[in-house]
């Protein structure tokens, strides 16, 4: 009776830390202007819903119904997890809506081993709960792995528990879905000119700006569709908006996972290039460019051919973004100023761009 007094006395103390730790972190963001670190949100509800259930590996799972895949926003124990929406027990939590338990994985037809195969860990127990929306929609999960005492979950008592960190995870999920949709282009599905301007901020500057030995170059491409307005008058818009879409696809499949492509406005659009200097990044401008011009848009049943003009820079973390980009936009304007479907990475004198 006092061991379980005293165990459940020291849950309660290690709940309140985390929750302490919440608040903290909240309170400094707060008196700073805003906390947009929905990961470090994510972190801490994991390891409350770990310490609630008492489990050895936790982890929040966004369910992306676009790509269909769910993704891992935060997993104590372990590294980001990508996997087919169908997969596991966390897509038949989601598929059946309701909370899974299993305490023999193996022997569990929808459990997916290969993270133990890859990783080296043994799965001896599973608890996964569905998260919702406002709206009720399902928009996640929260899974449970490895009960501490080896007896395994227990479907009501653990369920119980780990309900209240679901819940408040799928608050904070939908507040980052929502912040998603607002970073996000409607038609092409790439990121839009927010979402550049806080990628650049989170992650890009912050490569460029690691010690000397561990700094990376970082270059930006600006691109659009050469006689784009020919393609609305002559096909309609329909068939331009399929164009735009054709475009997205292409070059979102023409870079690496560590770039980012942006749709900055209208035909035009900007690629962000980890660990690419100047002369990469024009190299990579040229393969798309011969891609692009090489493809076919196929619109209701019409071909339409198009080709891409492009400017590249190297980034000076030193400088605004906007000076940055401004740089690859002069080199566009000359692209296209000297006969367009071309790469551009050097400002040649006597051409500069003004702005209207």
Not at 231 to 258: I, M, P, Q, W
Request: charged share 30%.
């Amino acid at each position: 009776m006092n061991s379980d007094k005293s165990d459940q006395s020291a849950l309660f103390n290690r709940t309140l830390d985390i929750t302490q730790d919440l608040y903290n972190k909240m309170s400094t963001a707060e008196a700073e202007g805003g906390w947009n670190d929905h990961f470090g949100l994510f972190s801490i509800f994991a390891e409350l819903g770990r310490t609630l259930v008492e489990a050895d590996r936790c982890s929040f799972w966004k369910w992306d119904k676009i790509n269909h895949k769910l993704i891992t926003n935060a997993a104590v124990g372990t590294d980001q997890i990508i996997i087919d929406e169908n997969t596991g027990l966390v897509g038949r939590a989601i598929r059946e809506k309701k909370p899974i338990v299993t305490n023999d994985p193996y022997n569990c037809p929808d459990f997916n081993s290969s993270v133990d195969k890859s990783t080296g860990y043994t799965t001896k127990s599973i608890l996964v709960i569905p998260c919702f929306n406002c709206k009720g929609e399902m928009i996640g999960a929260y899974q449970a792995i490895n009960k501490l005492d080896d007896k395994g979950f227990d479907l009501e008592h653990d369920v119980r528990r780990l309900s209240l960190a679901a819940v408040v995870c799928g608050i904070t999920l939908e507040a980052d879905t929502f912040l998603d949709d607002s970073q996000t282009d409607k038609l092409t599905k790439l990121r839009n000119r927010m979402g550049l301007h806080s990628d650049y901020k989170s992650k890009y500057l912050k490569l460029m700006q690691r010690p000397d030995d561990d700094k990376v170059t970082v270059s930006v491409i600006m691109c659009d569709i050469d006689h784009f307005k020919r393609v609305n008058d002559t096909y309609g818009h329909n068939a331009g908006d399929a164009v735009l879409e054709h475009v997205a696809k292409n070059l979102r499949e023409s870079v690496r996972e560590s770039d980012t492509v942006y749709r900055w406005g209208g035909e035009e659009f900007i690629i962000f290039l980890a660990k690419a200097d100047l002369d990469q990044s024009a190299f990579v401008a040229e393969r798309i460019r011969k891609r692009i011009e090489a493809s076919v848009c196929t619109f209701e049943g019409t071909d339409i051919k198009i080709t891409m003009s492009f400017g590249c820079a190297e980034m000076d973390p030193a400088v605004p973004v906007e000076d940055n980009i401004k740089v690859a936009d002069t080199r566009l304007y000359i692209a296209k100023e000297t006969g367009r479907n071309q790469v551009i990475k050097e400002t040649i004198e006597g051409y500069e761009k003004v702005d209207s």
